[in-house]
T-cell receptor, first 112, second 112 residues
């Protein structure tokens, strides 16, 4: 069966520090991968998605970036975090665009 | 653009009460509709889905019917349990697009 792993589960970072969140999927090949952010009291905002290695589409311009160095690995990064980057970050995968997305347990990021 | 509107929470019910969480949408074409559930501190889990008009999605006692005429996908359960306490998200995906549009979520609290 397929599983998705995100880490770390929680992270506290100072403003201006770099960020790297990692997501890996097991049990499937060539998944579509997604990064979402869930701000407190709000819905989910799609940040990036990827349909293949090295292919990244950005939905919202910001100081975050994403990379997909391997088929089942999706990384969310920032060179300098802002206070507004605080939130709950969720990684998701799907077999194809028309199939449901399956989510990881998320990373709670707090910026001080 | 696409949008999903959910009733605002929190919704507080006694155990064994009937649950309805309203969801209406705006979309081009014929979207697929989803309900996701998020338990405290976790990621989202797909609860049920419907891909065409008049389809009824059901899972774990929850059900929702795709109503094209009213552009609605209300979530219902006949008898809620304390373990159903969570945040529920209504979502849609238009056509073959990657982006899933989520509502802001409705928090449900079930008290014994």
């Amino acid at each position: 069966s397929q599983t998705i792993h995100q880490w770390p589960a929680t992270l506290v970072q100072p403003v201006g520090s770099p960020l790297s969140l990692e997501c890996t999927v097991e049990g499937t090949s060539n998944p579509n991968l997604y990064w979402y952010r869930q701000a407190a009291g709000r819905g989910l905002q799609l940040l990036f998605y990827s349909v293949g290695i090295g292919q990244i589409s950005s939905e919202v311009p910001q100081n975050l970036s994403a990379s997909r160095p391997q088929d089942r690995q999706f990384i969310l990064s920032s060179k300098k975090l802002l206070l507004s980057d605080s939130g709950f970050y969720l990684c998701a995968w799907s077999v194809a665009a028309e199939q449901p997305q399956h989510f990881g347990d998320g990373t709670r990021l707090s910026i001080l | 653009g696409d949008s999903v509107t959910q009733m605002e929470g929190p919704v507080t019910l006694s155990e064994e009460a009937f649950l309805t969480i309203n969801c209406t949408y705006t979309a081009t074409g014929y979207p697929s509709l989803f309900w996701y559930v998020q338990y405290p501190g976790e990621g989202l889990q797909l609860l049920l889905k419907a891909t065409k008009a008049d389809d009824k999605g059901s899972n774990k006692g929850f059900e929702a019917t795709y109503r094209k005429e009213t552009t609605s996908f209300h979530l219902e359960k006949g008898s809620v349990q304390v373990s159903d306490s969570a945040v529920y998200f209504c979502a849609l995906r238009s056509g073959g697009y990657q982006k899933v549009t989520f509502g802001t979520g409705t928090k449900l609290q079930v008290i014994p």
